[in-house]
Nanobody
Framework: QLLLEESGGGLVQPGESLRLSCKASGLPLDDYAIGWFRQVPGKRREGVSCISSDSAIDYVDSVKGRFTISRDNAKNTVYLEMNSLKGEDTAVYSC???????????????????WGKGTLVTVSS
């Protein structure tokens, strides 16, 4: 069983930055793709970014150039560096894990096998 725990959320002003962490335990992270997702109450969960087990990376268009995903397998952790944050980035961010790669439609359908509980990011002046 792979357990995931997110951290790093908080309240920031527009234009500021945050770094989220997704810490895995129970199993080594090396063979897993990790996706970051976000959800606003009343809206569907949206995939934001995915990094495969061999570090292939994908971003949803709305965060390209602002968010950076990375992984440190030695620390069993995946990060999401979020810069130039906007009000519309406000959401609960969660990470999910799936063996090797994210599904092609992860942005819409998720499809991960393991999930964390999430961390709240609020962007407001």
């Amino acid at each position: 069983q792979l357990l995931l725990e997110e951290s790093g959320g908080g309240l920031v002003q527009p234009g500021e930055s945050l770094r989220l962490s997704c810490k895995a335990s129970g199993l080594p992270l090396d063979d897993y793709a990790i996706g970051w997702f976000r959800q606003v109450p009343g809206k569907r969960r949206e995939g934001v970014s995915c990094i495969s087990s061999d570090s292939a990376i994908d971003y949803v268009d709305s965060v390209k150039g602002r968010f950076t995903i990375s992984r440190d397998n030695a620390k069993n952790t995946v990060y999401l560096e979020m810069n130039s944050l906007k009000g519309e980035d406000t959401a609960v961010y969660s990470c999910g894990a799936k063996i090797f790669v994210c599904d092609r439609d992860y942005v819409v359908n998720g499809g991960m096998d393991f999930w964390g509980k999430g961390t709240l990011v609020t962007v407001s002046s």
